[in-house]
Every structure is written in C-alpha cells, then in structure tokens.
C-alpha cells in the first residue's frame, strides 16, 4: 500500500533502529500541508471529507492541519501508519513513507509534511 517515496537519512535511521509494534492503535494522527496561496482551501476540506479526516485552517493561513484515525489516514494517503517503539523506549506513530499529494487537492496543496509524531527534544 505504500506510496511516495521511502524516508531516508536522520528519521530513515530512526525508524530502521526502533521496533515496529504494528498497525498504529492512537486514536488520532495528524499532517501539516502547506497550501498554494491563503484562500479557503475548498478542494481539500471535501477530498478530507470524503476520507473521513479532518481539516484545521485558518483564514489567511497558507497551511492547514489534516487529521483523522490511523486507518482512514493511511487509506486516504496510500501509506501504511505503524505504531513504533524508538531505542530510548519513547513511543511514536509514522510512516516509513512519505506520501504523494493526492491528485485531488494538487491545485491547493505544494506539499505535506512527515507523518511523524516523535518528539526528537532530548530531556536531561
């Protein structure tokens, strides 16, 4: 299922040295995309919509934040969403893959950031 291209250098390493424990369980992942220009991202709220995810903008932001269940989020993304364990023992949910922009929403999204929630602050 895994479409776009496979992460690689510093967080490719990072996924290669933790556990994967599976099919991602949280109950809500999210997204950053950034968007062509501030206007209301129209095609994008329905595509999400339509994949049962959610979409937080504001107006006159050129992003938006793009959520939903583990499942529909991979489904809507053609990847896979896996719950990790890193070798510090924190636990976090990613794709090994970065995902494509779906053709629906290319004429307002230029690009989605990782889908990724390891928090790579090192605490004392």
Same mark, same amino acid.
């Given at each position: 299922?895994?479409?776009?291209?496979?992460?690689?250098?510093?967080?490719?390493?990072?996924?290669?040295?933790?556990?994967?424990?599976?099919?991602?369980?949280?109950?809500?992942?999210?997204?950053?995309?950034?968007l062509r220009d501030s206007t209301r991202p129209a095609a994008l709220?329905?595509?999400?919509?339509?994949?049962?995810?959610?979409?937080?903008?504001?107006?006159?932001?050129?992003?938006? %934040?793009?959520?939903?269940?583990?499942?529909?989020?991979?489904?809507?993304?053609?990847?896979?969403?896996?719950?990790?364990?890193?070798?510090?023992?924190?636990?976090? %949910?990613?794709?090994?893959?970065?995902?494509?922009?779906?053709?629906?929403?290319?004429?307002?999204?230029?690009?989605?950031?990782?889908?990724?929630?390891?928090?790579?602050?090192?605490?004392?």
């Amino acid at each position: 299922m895994d479409s776009g291209q496979p992460i690689g250098g510093p967080l490719g390493k990072l996924l290669a040295n933790s556990t994967d424990l599976g099919p991602s369980q949280g109950h809500a992942i999210q997204i950053t995309v950034t968007l062509r220009d501030s206007t209301r991202p129209a095609a994008l709220l329905e595509w999400a919509a339509q994949h049962q995810l959610s979409v937080r903008w504001r107006d006159g932001d050129t992003f938006a %934040y793009v959520a939903g269940a583990p499942a529909a989020f991979g489904n809507a993304f053609g990847v896979s969403v896996h719950d990790f364990r890193s070798p510090d023992g924190q636990l976090y %949910y990613a794709s090994r893959c970065q995902p494509d922009i779906p053709a629906p929403v290319r004429g307002e999204v230029t690009g989605l950031g990782r889908i990724l929630s390891y928090d790579s602050v090192h605490r004392a």
